[in-house]
């Protein structure tokens, strides 16, 4: 099970970095058509729905290798129960919020589905479709906040906690070199 979600959250990371090259085309594209008197169409529509997308989709990915911003200055000082205690609350409250947001955002996305909706650019495009990318991140987001709970439920130690202590003794490593 951890290689399948292991491999699930990477392929998230994967996605999002896709999406954010496909940005980096488009406006590109934009900016050699206009030197060439090319109007490329759409490109702020779909630049912005892969921004959603990639958003989205990195949730995951940057959770489990502990690049999230998290504001530690409080829970730092307080002594190692109370913080594990705080952590998992943290976590579960999160995790609740992710899993509501992912119901919601998928629910949206098959609402936009059933009834076809198609959007207003100068390409229609129906909006199931690039609604499902960020349905997608924050499902895969839910499951690794889900991981994390059940590890910090456990008494283990979660991914982003792992990969500060990770990054921690590479430093540790490299200045002693």
Do not use: C
């Amino acid at each position: 099970m951890r290689k399948f979600l292991d491999r699930l959250y990477n392929f998230s990371g994967a996605l999002a970095a896709a999406g954010i090259v496909g940005i980096t085309l488009l406006i590109l594209a934009q900016i050699l058509g206009r030197w060439m008197g090319i109007i490329v169409p759409s490109v702020e529509d779909f630049s912005g729905y892969l921004l959603a997308g990639s958003s989205l989709l990195g949730l995951a990915y940057t959770l489990r290798h502990g690049v999230h911003i998290r504001v530690n200055l409080v829970t730092q000082l307080l002594p190692p129960s109370v913080r594990r205690v705080s952590e998992t609350v943290a976590l579960a409250i999160a995790a609740a919020l992710s899993v509501w947001m992912a119901w919601y955002f998928a629910h949206l996305t098959l609402e936009s589905y059933q009834f076809g909706e198609i959007s207003y650019g100068y390409i229609p495009v129906y909006l199931w479709i690039p609604q499902l990318f960020p349905a997608l991140g924050l499902i895969i987001f839910s499951i690794a906040l889900l991981d994390d709970l059940v590890v910090a439920l456990r008494g283990g130690k979660t991914s982003y906690l792992l990969a500060e202590e990770a990054e921690a003794a590479e430093i540790n490593m490299e200045e002693r070199l």
